[in-house]
C-alpha cells in the first residue's frame, strides 16, 4: 500500500510519522552492488535505500555511516525481491518489474530505466512478484509470483519468451542449478517443481508436505525457501527445514528447527538459515545445530552474502526483516552492527 503525506505537515508530525514508518517498517529483500561495496534494501513502503558497506565497516565509520546515503521511492507497494546484473538493479513489486543503472543510483539519480509487466490473464490482475532470478547464460531473468506461473524475460530485449505452469498456489522462491540449465520453484502448493530451460517442461516435482519425516500439519504445506549445490538442495517453510538428494527425490537430512524459515542458503560446508526468531541458524550437513546467532530483528526474511571478489573487505553477512535494521556479521560469530533505514 502506497504510504503519502498531505503536502503541508507540521514538522513535529512528520516526524511522529517517520517514526512510525520505521516501528512498523518491514526489509522484504536485499541486493549487493556489482561492485561489492553498496547494499540496497527493499522495504514494505515501497523505498530502496542504498547503503555503503565500505563506510559503514570503515574504522573511521560513524553512526551516520551506517544510514542510507540515498532512499527513493521505487514502487507503490512492497519491493519483494531484488537483483543485480553488471549494470542494474532490478526490483521487483505488485505486479512489476524495474530497472534502475547503478552509475546513476550511486550520484542519487534514481529514475527508473525501464518498467516491465508479464502477460497476465486478464488487465484487472495485479500479482505480487515474490522472487527474482538471473539465468546469465541465457541472458535472462526470471521472475514468479502471486499468479502461479514463472515468466521468462529476456534482458537484452526487454519480451517476456514463456511462461512455465504447473504451480497451483502462488509462487515464493526461485533457485539456479548452475551446472544445467534448470529452475527450482517452490510456493503454497507445498511443491518444490524442477523446471528445464531448454524444453521450458516441469521434469520433476518434489511434495515434501507428503514426507513424512518433513510434513508439519500445523504450520502448513508452503515452502518459503529453497537453494541449491549441485544435487543437492535445501528447502523449509510449514514443512520442516530439509537437505535433499535431487537425483533420488530423498530427503537425507532434516533440521531440528521447530519456527518455519524463510530464507536458506549454502555456505562453505555450512548452511545457513533463518525466519522466526531473531537469530541466523548455522547447521552441518549432517543436521547438528553449528551455532545460533542473535541480531536485532524479531524475524527475518532474507540474508544476502557479499562475495564479491572486487570488493574482499566488504565481504559480509547482513540479515532483514520485521525492522528497519539490516544486520551485519563481519564473520558468523556476532553481529557487528546494524544499518538503520
Known amino acids: 500500500m502506497e504510504r503519502t503525506m498531505p503536502q503541508a505537515v507540521p514538522l513535529g508530525q512528520m516526524e511522529v510519522f517517520q517514526a512510525l514508518q520505521r516501528l512498523h517498517m518491514i526489509i522484504f529483500s536485499q541486493n549487493v552492488s556489482p561492485c561489492g561495496k553498496f547494499l540496497a534494501?527493499?522495504?514494505?513502503?515501497?523505498?530502496?535505500?542504498?547503503?555503503?558497506?565500505?563506510?559503514?565497516?570503515?574504522?573511521?565509520?560513524?553512526?551516520?555511516?551506517?544510514?542510507?546515503?540515498?532512499?527513493?521511492?521505487?514502487?507503490?507497494?512492497?519491493v519483494y525481491s531484488m537483483v543485480s546484473t553488471d549494470r542494474h538493479?532490478?526490483?521487483?513489486?505488485?505486479?512489476?518489474?524495474?530497472?534502475?543503472?547503478?552509475?546513476?543510483?550511486?550520484?542519487?539519480?534514481?529514475?527508473?530505466?525501464?518498467?516491465?509487466?508479464?502477460?497476465?490473464?486478464?488487465?484487472?490482475?495485479?500479482?505480487?512478484?515474490?522472487?527474482?532470478?538471473?539465468?546469465?547464460?541465457?541472458?535472462?531473468?526470471?521472475?514468479?509470483?502471486?499468479?502461479?506461473?514463472?515468466?521468462?524475460?529476456?534482458?537484452?530485449?526487454?519480451?517476456?519468451?514463456?511462461?512455465?505452469?504447473?504451480?497451483?498456489?502462488?509462487?515464493?522462491?526461485?533457485?539456479?542449478?548452475?551446472?544445467?540449465?534448470?529452475?527450482?520453484?517452490?510456493?503454497?502448493?507445498?511443491?518444490v517443481r524442477l523446471w528445464d530451460l531448454r524444453t521450458a517442461k516441469e521434469v520433476q516435482t518434489i511434495e515434501v508436505y507428503k514426507h513424512e519425516e518433513c510434513s508439519r500439519p500445523h504450520n502448513g504445506r508452503w515452502i518459503g525457501c529453497l537453494a541449491t549445490d549441485s544435487d543437492w538442495m535445501v528447502c523449509g517453510g510449514g514443512p520442516a527445514l530439509t537437505l535433499w538428494h535431487l537425483r533420488s527425490s530423498t530427503p537425507t537430512t532434516v533440521f531440528p528447527m521447530r519456527a518455519p524459515q524463510k530464507h536458506v542458503t549454502f555456505y562453505q560446508d555450512l548452511i545457513l538459515s533463518a525466519g522466526q526468531g531473531r537469530c541466523v541458524n548455522q547447521w552441518q550437513l549432517s543436521g547438528e545445530l553449528k551455532a545460533q546467532v542473535p541480531g536485532s530483528s524479531p524475524g527475518l526474511l532474507s540474508l544476502s552474502l557479499n562475495q564479491q571478489p572486487a570488493a574482499p573487505e566488504c565481504k559480509v553477512l547482513t540479515a532483514a526483516g520485521n525492522s528497519c535494521r539490516v544486520d551485519v556479521f563481519t564473520n558468523l560469530g556476532y553481529r557487528a552492527f546494524s544499518l538503520s533505514f
Open 41 to 78: 534494501a527493499g522495504n514494505n513502503y515501497g523505498q530502496i535505500a542504498i547503503f555503503s558497506l565500505s563506510a559503514a565497516l570503515s574504522s573511521e565509520a560513524k553512526e551516520e555511516s551506517k544510514k542510507p546515503m540515498v532512499t527513493f521511492q521505487a514502487h507503490d507497494g512492497p
Open 89 to 191: 538493479l532490478l526490483s521487483a513489486g505488485d505486479g512489476e518489474v524495474k530497472a534502475w543503472l547503478w552509475a546513476e543510483i550511486l550520484k542519487k539519480g534514481c529514475k527508473e530505466l525501464w518498467r516491465r509487466q508479464p502477460p497476465y490473464r486478464t488487465s484487472l490482475e495485479v500479482p505480487e512478484i515474490n522472487a527474482l532470478l538471473l539465468v546469465p547464460k541465457e541472458n535472462s531473468l526470471i521472475l514468479a509470483g502471486g499468479d502461479c506461473q514463472l515468466h521468462t524475460m529476456d534482458l537484452e530485449t526487454g519480451t517476456f519468451t514463456r511462461a512455465l505452469w504447473g504451480h497451483t498456489d502462488y509462487i515464493h522462491c526461485l533457485a539456479l542449478r548452475e551446472r544445467s540449465p534448470e529452475v527450482l520453484s517452490g510456493g503454497e502448493d507445498g511443491a
